[in-house]
Nanobody, 116 residues
């Protein structure tokens, strides 16, 4: 069984920064990618950032230049540094891991709220 544990997030002022971390554990085959989705109230879940096993990254247009995804120090971990946060970044952020299959595993979600 694969477990996804998220940390970080919370309340931050407009223009501030937050860091999210995600760690996967358990029996994992080949990891294809890890990353983050988010879902704001009344909106569909959207991809925020993804880090692939090749080291490639991709970002939502709305976060390019502000967010940075990187592999963590430990195996099967990923971090998301979020800078210059805007009100539209307020959402629940979900970490995901895709392994060969493909099978996708999800974290429980972390609330990020940007306030004035």
């Amino acid at each position: 069984q694969v477990q996804i544990v998220q940390s970080g997030g919370g309340l931050v002022q407009y223009g501030g920064s937050l860091r999210l971390s995600c760690a996967a554990s358990g029996t994992i085959s080949v990891v294809q990618s890890m990353g983050w989705y988010r879902q704001a109230p009344g909106k569909q879940r959207e991809l925020v950032a993804e880090f692939t096993y090749t080291g490639a990254t991709r970002y939502a247009d709305s976060v390019k230049g502000r967010f940075t995804i990187s592999a963590g120090v430990a195996k099967n971990t990923v971090d998301l540094q979020m800078n210059s946060l805007k009100f539209d970044d307020t959402a629940v952020y979900f970490c995901f891991l895709i392994e060969t299959g493909p099978t996708t595993y999800w974290g429980r979600g972390t609330q990020v709220t940007v306030s004035s």
